[in-house]
């Protein structure tokens, strides 16, 4: 028992020097270093997250200049060493930006567009983040998540209707051999800096015509209908924050996941998508030729199930006649 406890205490002891202390210490010494970010993190709110995340780019840079420079040298298990090492950290950067940073941007953008929705300024949510920033990190962070996992319902409904390949530039969740992690080893990283710029421009337009342009338009056509306030006791325990926690976690998938709902919504989205095809004539292109053209039953001979001398049969009673 005293072995295990022992082994256990070493290796928690090594994974928090190798992947907590080591990063935080190195980006914190290289930061010191610059005069202008050192400015910048005496006003920041997350000094030890940025520090750790700096120090894992350095060191995701360092081993990539050391596997380079042994690629001259024949070492090749020295060199296969620093390449899973340099794998392990571009993984966990990776992850790092889709998981956690990819999400705080989606929230922020919908925070920002949706500001006309509530009557408020954005100097009011900067006061906000910065006498709470964690926990309003934490729920632009889940409202980016909320949204992205939305966004990916809608586009796997949407791909049901349309013709394969026409949300080629999003991909697919259900394509049996779509491997994130895979991707994320064996992709370079220019591919995925390329991928998260594609993703958030195509995120950010969805967001401003999703909720901007339609607060923009109410706004103008009904000058009196915003902002939108709830009105309750001061002795209430529910708040603006708990009624949107309830109506993104409850109520929409309760809802999302009837079959008459999602029947419902497939059925509208089919009938827009074919009013929009045929006002722009894309509809062999959205729904390809199969839609446009059905195709004709298969024709079927009257002799096709008789034997193949049943005519010679009949002709020769036909000349005994």
């Not at 991707?183 to 800096?193: D, N, Q, S």
């Not at 009624?243 to 059925?267: G, S, Y």
Request: charged share 15%; proline share 6%; glycine share 4%.
């Amino acid at each position: 028992f005293l072995e295990h406890v022992f082994w256990v205490i070493s290796l928690n002891t090594t994974f928090i020097l190798v992947f907590a202390f080591v990063p935080y210490h190195t980006g914190r010494t290289f930061l010191s270093w610059s005069p202008f970010a050192e400015n910048t993190m005496q006003a920041s709110q997350f000094k030890g997250l940025v520090f750790t995340v700096v120090g894992y780019f350095i060191a995701g840079f360092t081993l990539f200049l050391c596997y380079i420079g042994l690629s001259l040298v024949n070492t090749p298990r020295l060199q296969r060493f620093l390449g899973i090492l340099y794998t392990v950290v571009k993984v966990s950067l990776l992850m790092m930006v889709e998981v956690g940073v990819f999400p705080c941007v989606c929230g922020w953008w919908i925070d920002v567009c949706s500001l006309d929705f509530f009557g408020h300024l954005l100097k009011e949510r900067l006061d906000a983040f910065q006498s709470a920033p964690g926990t309003t990190m934490f729920l632009h962070w889940m409202v980016g998540m909320v949204y992205i996992f939305y966004f990916a319902s809608f586009v796997v409904l949407v791909r049901e209707i349309v013709r394969p390949g026409v949300l080629w530039f999003l991909r697919n969740l259900n394509d049996p051999d779509f491997h994130p992690v895979q991707e994320m080893i064996h992709l370079p990283v220019y591919r995925h800096a390329r991928r998260f710029l594609l993703s958030s421009i195509i995120f950010g337009m969805a967001i401003l015509v999703i909720v901007w342009v339609p607060a923009r338009l109410v706004s103008m056509l009904f000058p009196g209908f915003l902002p939108y306030m709830v009105n309750r006791s001061s002795n209430s325990p529910i708040s603006d924050l708990s009624l949107e926690l309830i109506l993104l976690q409850i109520i929409l998938p309760a809802i999302l996941e009837q079959k008459h709902t999602r029947f419902v919504i497939k059925t509208f989205i089919r009938y827009w998508v074919l009013v929009v095809a045929r006002l722009l004539s894309l509809h062999s292109y959205l729904l390809g030729k199969e839609a446009l053209t059905p195709a004709p039953a298969p024709a079927i001979e009257p002799n096709e199930n008789r034997p193949p001398d049943a005519e010679n049969r009949l002709q020769g009673n036909d000349d005994r006649s």
